[in-house]
């Protein structure tokens, strides 16, 4: 141990090949007993960094990335212009800027925890001086030459393998749904797929303790991580074991948690129905301070478990607390204080949710519903059978895609290439319309040919189902292509009976330009910053993309914004309650009965659960 090394940093293990027991019931009494004895520190220090980095980091990066996007001479980055970005050497030193202060807070953030538990378990201080001293040696390790290895671990390895809930700067990372979904169309991918995912949490296991190695013996990232390679080789389902017990002992706690709460409140409203937004207010808050609690104590039982691992695999001792016989009055006292703290902020929190979850969301009731290729719970996406489902479920609009076949003609289909869905590695754009609709498409056990588009459109308008058509660009389209498009929906007389968008900005501009009195959106898979400068009357945006301030600039400029692919049930709660103008989704019928019940319902039993749903796998 170097002289400018703290004192929790001890000495390494002479056998760096020592085994250790990944599953040992002794450990684990240990690890309750060292939370139980110091837990209100761990909330403490949990709070006090979750709100440095939401009222310091994330307005640090928001601002570096404006700038950022400004030295590009870009408004907003989307996945068509990130070249642009890349290429512009100020911008790209901006964006190393914010992958470090994010590395920073990441690192420390989780490090912290660990940093406690370590020397709680060595017998040390918790006192403030000596942990910011420990935290300031550990900045050290953070930002050596090996940096990138966290930096790639934290923000892509750690989210996509399911451990994204650690920081708040990591927690939207994840694959998009609609990019998984179009991996699970069929038997083959969907096995490749899960596969990728699979390996991608075997990974985290086995660099679960490449962090906890770094903070209890000094090594460096990448030793770190050989040595957590090495520790959990063969034995990599005791580790899974060892720390997804807490993890599923928590979430049936909070699911239990959740449940009481809600037959509480609706007991306690059918005493005095007159205070039952004051107690659903309150039930709300008990619920969201609840949940907090029982996830700290999960992350701090996990810490435990990972650092007293770590200690074993370099030779440190761990000091256990011995059974408490009786608690000191002191004790007593900052328990008794913590407890009523969390209650004013149960309290807290429930006034301010009040007015947002016990009143209905009457502007729910305006929010389209579109199923996503028709309804895929009836039919192949964007075949007869689908389009008829979703028209029986009521949707609002179905949403199709039409492109154009090598003889120039239109069918209906998302994929250009046609292995997925019907098994023939053959592109749309290489086809003939006769072969294209003589192609039978197969999922979910349905299967239908794959329809023109003077055969889609023609159903759907004997159905009185309005549709929302993208015009898919694959980039093989007769020059003028979308003039053709035009010209075949207008021999059909359902020109103006629809709505259209596209990814392609080009073909929105012409469809404007060409027809401005048509209806027609912008589809963004990704963006970020100000509104994209295209000429459109609404927006389609991927629901990763969405945010709040989205849509109030596109409110303000009179453009409706559609979220699509939503599938999740919570999201699609989410989304109602903002309310967005429409939500496309592969579940139509779960998003039109959500629609009614949080435009209409004033049931506590609905509100106070779809309000706690986050904390329950039975809501």
């Known amino acids: ?15 760096p090949r020592r085994r250790v027991d990944l599953i040992d019931s002794t450990r684990f009494i240990g690890v309750l007993r060292l939370t139980r004895a110091s837990f209100w520190h761990y909330l403490a220090i949990i709070l006090v960094l979750q709100g440095a980095i939401v009222t310091c980091v994330v307005p ?38 914010i992958a470090i202060i994010a590395l920073a807070a990441v690192s420390l953030q989780i490090s912290t925890i660990f940093i406690v538990a370590n020397r709680q378990q060595g017998g040390r201080s918790l006192g403030l001086r000596a942990i910011v001293a420990a935290l300031t040696w550990q900045v050290r390790r953070i930002f050596h030459y090996q940096s990138p290895v966290l930096l790639a671990y934290f923000f892509l390895i750690a989210p996509l393998g399911g451990l994204g809930l650690l920081s708040v700067l ?70 899974a074991v060892s ?21 509480v409140t609706e007991l306690a409203a059918n005493l005095n129905p007159d205070a039952a937004v004051v107690v659903e207010s309150v039930a709300i808050g008990a619920g969201r301070v609840f949940g907090f609690i029982v996830i700290g104590i999960t992350q701090v039982v996990v810490a435990h478990i990972l650092i007293s691992v770590s200690r074993e695999l370099v030779g440190l001792t761990t000091v256990h607390p011995a059974p408490a016989a009786g608690r000191p009055r002191g004790a007593r006292a900052i328990t008794a204080a913590a407890w009523s703290i969390a209650a004013i902020m149960a309290m807290g929190i429930g ?56 003889d120039g ?46 055969e889609y459109v023609t159903r759907a308008a004997e159905l009185g189902v309005p549709l929302l058509i993208e015009l898919k660009v694959h980039g093989h389209e007769t ?114 009965r959500y629609r009614s019940l949080i435009a209409d319902s004033r049931g506590l039993s609905f509100q106070v659960s779809d309000a706690l749903s986050d904390l329950s796998v039975f809501r």
Not at 411 to 428: M, P, Q, Y
Not at 531 to 540: A, H, I, K
Request: glycine fraction near 8%; charge should be negative; aromatic fraction near 6%.
């Open 479 to 592: 020059p003028d292509f979308v003039d053709r498009f035009l010209a075949e929906l207008d021999s059909l007389g359902v020109t103006e009976s629809n709505i259209y968008h596209s990814l392609s900005a080009d073909a929105v501009e012409q469809l404007t330009a060409k027809r401005p009195e048509l209806t027609v959106g912008y589809t963004i898979a990704l963006t970020l910053g100000d509104l994209p400068d295209v000429n459109c009357d609404f927006f389609v945006v991927e629901q990763a993309s969405f945010s709040p301030e989205f849509l109030s600039e596109a409110h303000a400029m009179g453009k409706p914004v559609y979220v699509w692919t939503v599938n999740d049930e919570e999201t699609i709660r989410d989304l109602l309650r903002v309310p967005v103008d429409g939500i496309v989704t592969d579940h139509p019928d779960t998003a039109i």
């Open 243 to 263: 720390v997804s017990g807490p993890v599923i002992v928590a979430v049936l706690v909070s699911s239990l948690g959740v449940e009481i709460i809600v037959r």
């Open 170 to 239: 990591t927690r939207g990372i994840a694959i998009p749904p609609f990019v998984t979904g179009e991996f699970m169309k069929s038997p083959l991918s969907a096995v490749g797929y899960t596969a990728v995912i699979g390996t991608i949490f075997c990974l985290n296991l086995r660099l679960m303790l490449t962090l906890p190695l770094m903070v209890v013996s000094g090594r460096t990232p990448l030793r770190s991580l050989g040595r957590s390679m090495l520790a959990t080789r063969g034995h990599i389902w005791k580790l």
């Open 351 to 406: 006034m301010t949710a009040a007015p947002a979850v016990a009143t209905p969301v009457t502007g729910a009731s305006d929010t389209l519903v579109l199923g996503h290729r028709g309804f895929v719970g009836g039919g192949v996406e964007n075949t007869i059978p689908a389009l008829e489902a979703a028209a029986a479920a009521g949707v609002d609009y179905v949403e199709t895609d039409m492109q154009q076949t090598t």
């Open 1 to 15: 141990m170097s002289a400018s090394q703290p004192g929790d940093v001890e000495r390494d293990s002479p056998s």
């Open 409 to 454: 003609q239109f069918i209906a289909s998302h994929d250009s290439n046609l292995f997925i869905v019907a098994g023939i590695n053959r592109n749309i754009f290489d086809m003939t319309f006769e072969e294209v609709t003589s192609t039978r498409v197969r999922a979910g056990g349905h299967s239908a040919l794959i329809p023109s588009m003077e």
């Open 60 to 97: 640090a990066i928001t601002s570096l990335f404006e700038l950022a996007l400004g030295s590009a001479g870009l408004s907003n980055l989307t996945d068509r212009n990130l070249v642009t970005m890349l290429t512009n050497p100020l911008a790209v030193l901006l964006l190393l800027l």
